[in-house]
């Protein structure tokens, strides 16, 4: 399993770490070659701080904050292979696979209700979205 910080790398800076690269964006966390090779991967967040919807956004967009453009379109991820990394990739890198990171009997009980259906959303929607209810193993520990 590996784990990837995009926010940083795909929304901070991608033009000045594609150039690093000699131009090879699509090299620049390549999110989808991994899911392609059935490589699990989480999306760190641990910028300034940053919630995960931030990195949803990035791996989905891999659009440069400061000039708009899009870097290693050929490696944006689906709406779905992003949740999949920050739910079930969010299991891997914590060695916590065969417990947690899906819905399922038998399964630690942890989910959320969101504001707007990650799906479906418009990316712009989504970034800073708050959560409805939380519960942690089955127990609700939040609630707007």
Do not use: C
């Not at 090299?27 to 967040?45: D, E, K, M, N, V």
């Not at 990035?58 to 999949?84: F, I, K, P, S």
């Amino acid at each position: 399993a590996a784990t990837t910080n995009p926010i940083s790398y795909l929304y901070r800076s991608p033009s000045d770490e594609a150039a690093r690269l000699g131009g090879a964006a699509d090299q620049l966390l390549p999110h989808r070659s991994l899911a392609r090779h059935r490589i699990p991967f989480g999306l760190a967040t641990d910028n300034k701080p940053a919630g995960p919807w931030v990195a949803f956004a990035a791996v989905v967009a891999r659009r440069d904050m400061r000039t708009g453009a899009v870097v290693g379109e050929h490696e944006q991820l689906t709406h779905l292979q992003a949740l999949t990394a920050l739910t079930q990739g969010g299991a891997w890198v914590t060695f916590a696979e065969r417990e947690r990171g899906r819905l399922a009997p038998g399964w630690e009980a942890d989910l959320t209700a969101l504001e707007h259906d990650p799906l479906t959303a418009p990316l712009e929607s989504l970034v800073g979205q708050t959560a409805r209810l939380t519960m942690v193993g089955g127990e609700i520990v939040h609630r707007a």
